[in-house]
């Protein structure tokens, strides 16, 4: 506060960061506004470097955002690489970016219902009205993940997996559909993960065989192996590519549990509280 900053408070029974986003911008007085989420720190170029790109019909624009404490955990190392995307033109943008004011004011800004995936949203609002997102090829923030423990990881990505069934949905009848590929991909995946060694082990018993278990063993391995060839240019690292390929795989299994939860919550009225995987 004393460096002039204004402080919002919400009193409200069912917090979102779509709400308190909502209150940032609005408050704010500029021709641009930028969103940081409350775990980052950034970088002090993003900024001046960056409003040059917001012109003509560029409506966010947003850059690298990389772990700050890698090294703490294999949960940090891995989910470090999710942050590595290909710069150019982008579906959507993460807790971090710059905004223009004047599309935050065109669609009335981000959605306050959503618990999880309100950037997305606004994102995908935007595209059908013929903005342009830019993911830029510049540091933007440092991020404190603070994934200690499989629990938390776990949690992380069930508030995914409710993004993922809540946004989708809204789009669903929509001319261009979202998180759509995602949700059914998803839900694919994540049958298979939890059922395939059930089947697997079911199937060692009845045979009186290991073959069952060592072919999907197997199976697994090999689709490890590919899929860490196929993102071998976010890391020269082999053991690093390898661990962000379990991830990449063992993740759709919580996901999956996130999209039931919301289903299962919708079913009942019910809508579900903040997903908070670590503490303040």
């Not at 021709?31 to 409003?51: C, E, K, N």
């Not at 690298?64 to 995307?85: G, N, T």
């Not at 993102?231 to 759709?252: D, G, P």
């Amino acid at each position: 506060m004393r460096f002039g900053a204004t402080i919002a408070l919400l009193t409200v029974a069912h917090p979102t960061a779509a709400l308190g986003r909502n209150a940032g911008w609005r408050l704010a007085k500029g021709a641009y506004v930028l969103f940081l989420d409350g775990d980052t720190v950034l970088h002090p170029q993003f900024v001046v470097q960056s409003l040059p790109d917001l012109k003509k019909n560029t409506a966010v624009v947003w850059g690298h955002r990389r772990e700050l404490y890698p090294e703490a955990s294999v949960y940090q190392r891995a989910l470090d690489l999710d942050w590595i995307y290909a710069a150019g033109k982008s579906d959507f943008c993460g807790g971090d970016a710059l905004f223009r004011r004047d599309v935050l004011e065109r669609t009335n800004g981000f959605d306050a219902s959503l618990i999880a995936g309100e950037e997305p949203e606004l994102c995908r609002r935007l595209l059908e009205l013929g903005y342009v997102i830019q993911h830029v090829d510049r540091a933007m923030t440092g991020h404190d993940l603070g994934i200690t423990h499989f629990a938390q990881y776990w949690q992380r990505a069930m508030r995914t997996g409710y993004a993922y069934a809540e946004v989708s949905e809204r789009f669903a009848t929509s001319p261009n559909p979202f998180w759509q590929w995602e949700s059914r991909g998803n839900r694919r995946r994540g049958v298979i993960l939890i059922l395939s060694p059930v089947l697997a082990g079911v199937a060692a018993v009845l045979l009186a065989s290991l073959w069952p278990l060592l072919t999907w063993s197997m199976s697994l391995c090999i689709l490890i192996v590919r899929t860490a060839w196929r993102v071998r240019w976010k890391t020269k690292s082999l053991n690093l590519l390898l661990l962000y390929s379990v991830h990449s795989h063992l993740q759709h299994i919580p996901i999956y549990l996130g999209q039931l939860q919301y289903r299962r919550k919708k079913q009942h009225g019910r809508q579900a509280d903040l997903f908070k995987y670590k503490k303040p």
